[in-house]
């Protein structure tokens, strides 16, 4: 095996930082320059990402067994606390990782736009990418953390200073959010790290999958009270990235203001952190309590996709329209993980996969139309079907994409999820389809006053979508379609480790 | 075992180093014609850094016990004397191209500057309360000169008054606790005193003089309720002496209440690297309650802060609520765990306020304000106080996390569950303050765009600073091993 091959995981985590090491080597006023090393330095993980995608093998289910995962890298980094480089795949990280480094390519290049301080912008957008594959792909708690926490200070700057009108609020605001969560989630780390041992050597570990064999718990650490507890602090931690009702206020703010690159990573990768944090540290770790919580958890997704809808409905924003949509769309993956059955957490992973498909093509076509007309209200437009046709067939695909037609991807997970929830949670999976009649109008109620109807004179003259945004727009649209109609290649990457998951999660009964 | 003076000696080239430095600068003082040249500074330097290197030189092996059992030499002085030397050699370095000290005679203030030094050496290493109380007060009497060292500057008169009078009273009633332990044990070594207390005796008068030490050191590490003094002399000294008080007397105060507490009030426990109280209270109890107290305290009452060195005082006043939790353990890697993080600390805290010196230096004042636009206006410096704040929250990956995942680990592997609670949140609305400086700096648009021009020579003091604070956030094992090894060689 050759280096590439060995440290596949680290390239792909680190070529981006890298990439933005040397930007900003170059020197001021040579914005071309920064953009394509920007460009370059996100392709190359993305190309890497095409060889994980052909080089995994689909029969290893990974989870909680060390020998079952892949591309693994394993090194001692602090053995004085027993900290580990601990990377490597399976179906559960697969499937994201590539998505990771699908939409951040695009992000960027759909940031070519930014004019503003484009060196600053370049260097952070790549290390938030650093941070979010190292969040993936890492198989020991601290560096996972580490990984979690890194990718707040480029997100903080990135909405803070390319924001829109109430940047400052709505950057603090996620800051102050997400790690009020993450040092709750500190602290159950920390309560792991002292109350289990490592079977091999019998010292403290920060290794994931030794905290999943119960057998390394000590007699503290298997009380029902303090799992409860450990397991409500990494679910608030987690819960806030979702976000899950009540902790989603961040988000409309977050999103409205965030460049619209910014807000395609937010949804397209970001969220996903929440909801593969409980897959990969919860779920495992504490089965016993998972399967005790799993009706609030059906709960918290069923609000999170009824009361999204309704939120979406109301507005009259239509970036802030799609971030509540993504709460809804997120409502999904928890009511299909908290189903603990085979196809319930299969749909789940597939529902993560596309949403952030979907919801990065919602958020380029969103910043397309307030690039061109400086603002975005629903009801400020009307008949703009008539005047730029093509973005208009992208914004149906888009939406319609969104509302869950068959044929599109989202159909295929959103079915998923229910039919894997729905012997467990018959009346939550009713109230949640009815939840469907909402996300669908709110899509159509917009593309109705948007698109169709009488032409505001103002937009007579719009500007039709151009090349580079189809570029970014093109590659998601034709994945939604594929995985629409053909699901079984993802279907296959990610089967083996939900089945394997939930028989983990099951054994506990 | 137990050494002579003269014997002593070997043991104690750092201090002979600084006394022999404050001596010159003394001759120099009084022979130069010419008040505000640069000599003393060099001098100084040359002086402390000669001190660092010494400590090394004989290495402690075993801990002895020095000047007749006036003072320990061991590898937990060891650490604390490298610690403060280096934060002073810093100070040092500020000092020399500050704006504010411009004009006035150096050598006076460098003579201040090393006797505090001096007195941080010896209250490291104290262990006869004797000792102690005079190298208590050798640090503080310097103290208080340059904190008032502005003269003609209103702030800076108030801060020196406000010292005195705090301090004298802290120190008052320190001494009377001290005087309750002689009498009660009739030792004044605190390894005497440990000891007859242990064997027992009447609870009072125990407890009134843990209590009335804890104000004396309580007001040299500006922990809640003996703080109120930290905010005014914060900004009302020159800055280099703000950063210099905002790190090392702290560190020393934390040496002496480590060494002072866990000899006097405990005793080794027959765990592996344990104590547990030998006196008939429970005094950590009480510093746990001062620890949640003076971090809540110091976070909440700074942001609120517009002035950036009150601020950065009522951080740091946070701060070591911070490390007292790792004082309350009775464990020797939550001593680890205080020493870690003032070593961060150290780089973290003098960074932040060197940066405040800079910009002091260009716009001539120390508000928020003053800060904004400084993202374009200097940004090398503001991409370095921006790594110096993030630090101090506590994110990664910068060092002062890493000092935070210690603390907060020892307190969760001791089961004090309230305390690590109370921590991260106080971590939290950390954030919320840190962030309204590099909100100004890169989130809003300056009114006068001009470049502020940041000298070679201060760019490379701001990556000496910078660059620790990033590399120990991602490679820490040898200071860990340090302070692990600082800890293990703590003699009494």
């Given at each position: ?12 985590t680190?070529?981006p ?14 914005d ?6 920007a460009?370059?330095?996100s ?7 095409v060889?994980?995608?052909f ?32 990377m ?23 940031s ?20 979010m594959?190292g ?17 707040l ?5 990135l909405?803070g200073?390319?924001g829109?009108p ?8 996620f800051?102050?959010y ?6 709750l989630?500190?602290?159950?780390l ?5 109350n289990?041992?490592?079977?091999e050597?019998?010292g ?6 030794h ?14 009270d ?18 899950l009702?009540?902790f989603?206020?961040w988000?409309?703010?977050?999103h409205v203001?965030?460049p ?10 970001l ?32 609000i ?16 802030k ?10 409502g ?17 992973s597939?529902?993560m ?9 919602l ?21 703009l ?5 093509i973005?208009?067939a992208?914004v ?10 068959p ?29 469907i ?9 917009a593309?109705q006053r ?30 939604v ?19 394997r998951?939930?028989?983990l ?5 | ?5 003269l014997?002593?000696l ?5 201090e002979?180093?600084v ?7 003394v001759v120099?003082?009084v022979?130069s ?5 640069s000599a ?14 010494l400590s090394?030189?004989s ?9 007749e059992?006036?003072?320990a030499?061991d590898?937990f002085a060891?650490?604390?004397?490298v ?6 050699l ?5 000092s020399m191209d500050?704006e ?11 003579i ?14 104290a ?8 190298s ?11 904190a ?10 108030e ?10 009273t802290?120190?008052g ?40 030490v804890?104000?004396g050191?309580?007001y ?10 930290s905010?005014?002399v ?12 905002s ?14 507490y866990?000899t ?20 950590p109890l009480l ?15 700074a942001?609120?802060?517009?002035n ?6 009522y951080?740091?006043?946070?701060h070591?609520?911070?490390m ?6 009775l ?12 070593v961060?600390?150290?780089f973290?805290n003098?960074?932040?306020f ?14 928020i ?19 110096f704040?993030?630090s101090?929250t ?13 603390l907060?680990?020892?307190v ?39 470049a502020i021009?940041?000298p ?17 956030g991602?490679?820490w ?8 090894a ?7």
């Open positions: 095996m050759g280096f590439v091959d060995s440290h596949i995981l680290s390239l792909m680190f070529l930082v890298l990439g933005a090491a040397v930007l900003l080597c170059v020197p001021k006023g040579k071309d320059v920064i953009r394509w090393i460009a370059a330095a392709f190359l993980p993305l190309v890497l990402a060889k994980l995608w080089a995994y093998d689909r029969t290893m289910a990974g989870v909680n067994v060390a020998s079952q995962f892949q591309f693994v890298e394993h090194y001692s980094w602090i053995p004085s606390i027993n900290v580990e480089y601990f490597g795949a399976d179906g559960i990280s697969m499937p994201l990782l590539i998505l990771t480094a699908l939409i951040s390519f695009l992000a960027v290049i759909g070519f736009g930014i004019t503003n301080k484009v060196k600053g912008y370049m260097a952070l957008i790549l290390l938030l990418e650093t941070g594959m969040v993936f792909a890492s198989l020991d708690f601290f560096l996972f953390y580490v990984f979690w926490e890194v990718m200070l480029p997100m903080y700057f909405i200073i390319w829109g109430r940047k400052e609020y709505a950057a603090i605001k800051f102050l997400t790690l009020a969560g993450s040092v989630m500190l602290l159950a920390l309560a792991l790290y002292f289990t041992a490592n079977p050597t019998g403290h570990t920060f290794n994931l999958l905290y999943m064999a119960q057998g390394t718990h000590n007699a503290w650490l298997k009380g029902f303090v799992r409860l507890l450990l397991f409500i602090g990494l679910f608030i931690g987690f819960a806030i990235k979702v976000p009702f009540p989603h206020t988000l409309p703010d977050a203001e965030a619209t690159a910014i807000s395609v990573i937010l949804a397209g990768v969220l996903k952190m929440g909801t593969y944090g409980m897959m990969r540290i919860s779920f495992p770790i504490f089965p016993d309590i998972t399967v005790w919580f799993a009706v609030p958890m059906a709960v918290l997704g069923v999170n996709i009824v009361y999204g809808a309704l939120c979406a409905l109301a507005q009259s924003d239509l970036k329209m799609v971030a509540y949509s993504s709460v809804s769309h997120m999904f993956v928890m009511l299909g993980m908290a189903a603990l059955t085979p196809v319930g957490m299969a749909g789940a597939m529902q996969f596309s949403h952030g498909l979907i919801t990065a093509m958020f380029f076509l969103v910043g397309v139309v307030y690039d061109r007309a400086h603002h975005r209200q629903i009801d400020g437009f009307g008949g079907g008539a005047v730029v046709p973005y208009t992208f149906s695909f888009a939406f319609f994409a969104s509302l869950g037609l044929g599109m991807s989202g159909f295929i997970a959103e079915q998923m999820v229910f039919l894997g929830s729905f012997e467990a949670f018959r009346p939550l999976v009713i109230v949640a389809a009815v939840g009649v909402f996300v669908a109008a709110f899509h159509l109620w593309l948007v698109f169709l109807g009488p032409l505001n004179p103002k937009y007579a003259t719009l500007e039709e979508i151009n090349a580079r945004e189809i570029f970014c727009l093109a590659p998601l649209g034709i994945l379609m594929a995985v629409g109609i053909w699901p079984m290649p993802i279907m296959n990457l990610l089967n083996a480790s939900a089945v998951l939930v028989d999660v099951k054994a506990v009964i | 075992m137990l050494l002579g003076n014997g002593s070997p043991y104690f080239l750092p002979l180093a006394t022999a430095t404050i001596l010159l600068l120099l003082h022979a014609k010419q008040k505000t040249s003393p500074g060099f001098l100084a330097l040359v002086g402390v850094g000669a001190a660092i290197l090394g030189v290495s402690p092996g075993g801990g002895k016990a020095i000047f059992g006036m003072a030499y590898g060891v650490f604390f004397k610690l403060i030397a280096f934060a002073t810093v100070v040092i370095l500020m500050s504010e000290l411009a004009g006035r005679s150096k050598a006076e203030y460098f201040f500057l090393l006797s505090t030094l001096l007195g941080m050496f010896l209250l490291s290493s262990t006869d309360i004797v000792m102690l109380y005079l208590l007060e050798l640090v503080s009497i310097p103290s208080y000169l340059l008032g060292y502005l003269k003609g500057k209103e702030h800076s008169t801060a020196a008054m406000k010292y005195v009078v705090f301090g004298a802290a120190s009633v320190m001494i009377y606790g001290f005087s309750l332990l002689f009498g009660m044990t009739g030792s004044t070594q605190i390894a005497e005193i440990g000891r007859v207390l242990a064997s027992g005796k009447a609870a009072l008068p125990v407890v009134l003089a843990a209590v009335m804890a104000v050191f309580g040299k590490i500006a922990a809640v309720p003996f703080h109120m003094w905010p005014d914060y900004e009302g000294a020159p800055t280099p002496a703000t950063a210099f008080f790190v090392a007397p702290k560190a020393a105060g934390f040496a002496v209440l480590v060494r002072f866990y006097v009030f405990a005793g080794p426990d027959t765990a592996a690297g344990m104590w547990r109280i030998t006196s008939t209270m429970d005094w510093f746990a309650g001062l620890s949640a107290v003076t971090m809540t305290v110091g976070n909440l009452v942001i609120k802060q517009s950036v060195k009150r601020l950065l005082a951080s740091s006043i946070a070591a609520g911070y007292l939790m790792g004082f309350v353990l464990s020797s890697a939550g001593i680890e765990a205080i020493l870690f993080y003032l961060v600390y150290l973290m003098l960074g932040a060197y940066v405040v010196v800079l910009v002091s230096n260009a716009t001539g004042g120390e508000d304000s003053d800060f904004t636009g400084l993202g374009s206006r200097a940004p090398f410096a503001a991409v370095a106080l921006s790594i704040l993030f101090l506590g994110i990664p990956p910068f060092s002062g996390f890493i000092g935070k995942v210690y907060f680990a020892e969760i592997h001791r089961g004090v569950y309230w305390l690590a609670i109370v921590a991260a949140l106080n971590s939290v609305v950390s954030l919320y303050y840190y962030a309204r400086i590099v909100r100004a700096m890169f989130l809003q648009e300056p009114t006068d765009a001009s021009p940041v070679a020579a201060s760019g490379a003091m701001l990556v000496l600073l910078a660059a620790p604070t990033l590399i120990l991602v490679y094992e040898p200071v860990a091993r340090f302070a692990h600082s800890v293990r060689m703590l003699a009494y």
